[in-house]
């Protein structure tokens, strides 16, 4: 039975990921900051241990990484933050929300590989959720953008420096999620798809051989198909 770490998992692609890899005989470690969100989505789900905490605490990274046991074959990196809805521009972005931003989006999924890395066998993935706003300069997203683009060269940087391992930086596409209406407040986002259409590709990356790299997931699900 392969174990993984899925951060974010309470709702939104994170649940979805988590469910499908249930489904398919994974032992999951699953994290959210809302413990009651947590424990709803997974009461009585087996093989899964729900921890909630905040990934910004190196306490709750170590409990993660301790639930999970001697060997991980998985990490996915998902759990994120948007930052101040609406979005600010630059000139008016707060620097302490924008630290926040950097420290939950980028040191925090460093943080918990560093700590889960002795026991990373060969051939383990690190997934890391990354957003098409990390190489589009969209207006008022250059917080979260810049964000995922430091998260993108991170991933690349540890694909180089361990080809032992394969990681992936991947572009889940707009979803219907719950961050993605906090960019659009009041907006009607009932036309983007549902998390489960970006499960595919995930999986893909996850079960199948691609090389370590920055993907689309509903890219990758159709050359898969």
């Known amino acids: 039975m392969k174990t993984a770490i899925v951060t974010g998992a309470s709702r939104g692609l994170g649940l979805a ?46 409990a993660l990484v301790a639930a999970a046991g001697p060997r991980i074959d998985l990490i996915v990196n998902n759990a994120s933050v948007l930052g101040p809805s609406p979005q600010p521009v630059l000139a008016d972005y707060p620097l302490d929300e924008l630290r926040h931003v950097f420290e939950i989006n980028v040191v925090a999924p460093l943080a918990l590989v560093q700590e889960a890395f002795p026991r990373l066998a060969p051939g383990s993935r690190i997934l890391d959720v990354t957003s098409d706003a990390a190489v589009e300069p969209y207006e008022g997203w250059g917080g979260y953008g810049s964000s995922k683009a430091a998260l993108d060269q991170l991933t690349a940087i540890l694909a180089a420096e361990h080809p032992e391992l394969r990681a992936y930086a991947v572009d889940p596409g707009d979803l219907r999620t719950q961050m993605h209406q906090d960019a659009f407040p009041g907006e009607d986002i009932s036309d983007r798809p549902e998390p489960e259409e970006s499960v595919p590709g995930l999986l893909e990356l996850i079960e199948g051989d691609l090389p370590s790299g920055r993907y689309r997931a509903r890219e990758v699900a159709g050359v898969a198909a």
């Open 17 to 62: 990921l988590a469910r499908a890899l249930a489904e398919r005989g994974w032992r999951l470690v699953v994290d959210a900051r809302g413990g009651a969100a947590l424990a709803e989505a997974w009461n009585g789900v087996p093989n899964v241990t729900p921890i909630a905490g905040n990934l910004a605490d190196v306490r709750h990274r170590r």
